[in-house]
């Protein structure tokens, strides 16, 4: 894409989603200085409608060399600067399906627009100055949002609730470091510097960056999920506890071993996080070819899983085939589920204590114990980073790697201060540290970096 950082020029594509389950309407989005040109080519408003910016205007979508109605559609007119690129905006609103849509894409392609590249249009709105790069991510984020947690925190970086407090550390970066290159440019006139402010200043900044930095566990969560595997020996439940927990049918149920042949997975939502849940087949030594394969998946499943739930029945308590099991995942990050407890009077021995792992009793026939497993679930992922940030922010890979990267250049500033360097070393690590702020907001960054954050878009975002 890194061509189309330079390259300008009116895009065109569909914003709507492509799917086989189609939407009632569809959007084609155009951006640039021919796009209010092809909306003029393309589009016939009956009556006296006004050709005016943030209008809707009702009307026909024609090819314009045979004059063949192509759709009955709205336009909505959006002029620079008052638009989401900051562009001339134009947007054809049409029947959903996609021949409607592929069809007025084609037009505007063979009237004067080229096909936008994934994330070209926020592309625009950053380089335009709409967006910093936090909020351009933000969108990504809120497009991809499998839980309302999720949308929620990207909301807020959308708003801005990122930026604002890294442009505000970077400024005081910036200040502490004019106040320093003053003092080596002209020593003689000025007072000495205030060393005690700058390295309060300084140590302000580490707080706050350590504040922010702590909210990227819970961002990690939130934009990945957690892919959770339930395994176990035939019929111990692991299937019922799928559909326990997911308050459906899901899985196949019966009382033969044996039963679930294929990874069967859910969609859930665990305390705002997302969670993808794998049902998988019992473990055990089979001559069935087929199940064999299913036996082999379940521990696919268990290798790329964040989080395995060991389960095993009450009823028969701990087995030789459980420990054969676990000493396949005991390296996992695992819970053990002690399931069917409506048939035993106290819960049998493991042969390891809750401290080791943490055990869950359930009975997911009658949907008892989903509660503790989300509760341990929680516990099990949430160190005290999650607890700690205590905001609908929640920052990503990028962005804490570039505030780690400032606060190791602030730590090295406080130590050339503390070890009495000269001044120019003071400068040296203040100027990494307000680079490094830059990057996270764009204020600073390279054409590569950009590259990778917009090429993840969906096209015509
Ligand atoms: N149909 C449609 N829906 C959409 C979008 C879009 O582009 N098209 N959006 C895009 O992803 C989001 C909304 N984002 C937008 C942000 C700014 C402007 C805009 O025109 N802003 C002007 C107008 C404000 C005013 O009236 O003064 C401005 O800020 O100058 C439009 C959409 C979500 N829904
Ligand atoms: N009493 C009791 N029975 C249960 C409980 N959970 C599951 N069962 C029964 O145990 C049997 C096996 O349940 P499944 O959920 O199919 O077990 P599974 O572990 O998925 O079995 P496979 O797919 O064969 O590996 C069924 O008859 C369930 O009704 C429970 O909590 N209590
Ligand atoms: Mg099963």
Redesign the pocket.
């Known amino acids: 894409m890194s061509e189309s950082l330079t390259k300008g020029g009116t895009i065109a594509a569909i ?1 709507t989603a492509i799917v086989p389950q189609q939407g009632s309407v569809g ?1 084609v ?1 155009v951006s640039g200085s021919a796009a209010l040109k092809i909306a003029e080519t393309l589009f016939r408003a009956p009556g006296r409608q006004i050709w005016e910016s ?1 209008r809707i205007l009702y009307g026909h979508i024609r090819c314009p060399k045979t004059q063949e109605l192509v759709d009955e559609a709205l336009l ?1 007119i ?1 002029k620079a ?4 690129t900051r562009e001339d905006v134009v ?1 054809f609103h049409c029947h959903g399906g996609i021949m409607a849509v592929q069809q007025v894409l084609q037009l505007c392609l063979e009237h004067g627009a080229r096909l936008a590249q994934p994330g070209e249009f926020s592309l625009r709105a950053f380089l335009n100055g709409r967006l910093d790069l936090t909020q351009a991510e933000s969108i990504a984020d809120l497009v991809g949002a499998k839980s309302a947690a999720a949308a929620q925190s990207a909301l807020a970086g959308l708003q801005g609730k990122l930026a604002a407090p890294i442009r505000k550390l970077r400024t005081t970066c910036l200040d502490v470091l004019a106040e320093i290159e003053a003092r080596i440019d002209f020593e003689e006139d000025l007072p000495p510097l205030d060393e005690a402010k700058t390295s309060w200043e300084i140590n302000h900044i580490l707080a706050e960056l350590s504040t922010i930095l702590a909210t990227a566990d819970r961002g990690e969560l939130l934009r990945t999920g957690l892919k959770v595997a339930i395994v176990g020996r035939p019929n111990v439940g692991k299937s019922s506890l799928l559909n326990a927990w997911s308050r459906s049918d899901r899985a196949i149920v019966t009382d033969l071993p044996g039963t679930t042949r294929d990874v069967v997975e859910s969609q859930l939502v665990v305390g705002g996080i997302p969670v993808q849940v794998l049902d998988t087949a019992g473990i055990r030594e089979t001559e069935d070819k087929v199940e064999k394969i299913g036996v082999e998946r379940s521990r696919a499943a268990a290798k790329q899983a964040d989080l395995v739930l060991l389960t095993i029945d009450a009823e028969s308590g701990w087995t030789e085939e459980d420990s054969e099991i676990y000493e396949q995942v005991k390296h996992r990050q695992l819970i053990i589920i002690i399931n069917k407890i409506d048939l035993v009077k106290t819960i049998p021995e493991l042969p390891f204590s809750s401290e080791v792992h943490p055990i869950v009793a359930a009975a997911a026939a009658f949907d008892r114990g989903i509660e503790d497993l989300e509760t341990a679930i929680l516990d099990a992922v949430s160190g005290e980073n999650l607890q700690a940030a205590n905001s609908d922010l929640a920052i990503n890979q990028r962005q804490a790697a570039a505030l780690t990267k400032a606060k190791i250049s602030l730590e090295q500033c406080t130590d050339t201060m503390s070890n009495k360097l000269p001044l120019d070393f003071w400068t040296i690590d203040l100027r990494g540290a307000i680079q490094a702020l830059g990057e996270v907001t764009g204020e600073e960054v390279t054409e590569s970096v950009l590259d990778r954050i917009f090429s993840r878009f969906c096209i015509g975002k």
Do not use: D, N, T
Request: glycine content about 0%; cysteine-free.
């Open positions: 914003a959007i989005r943030h909505l959006m600067p008052r638009s989401f947007e």
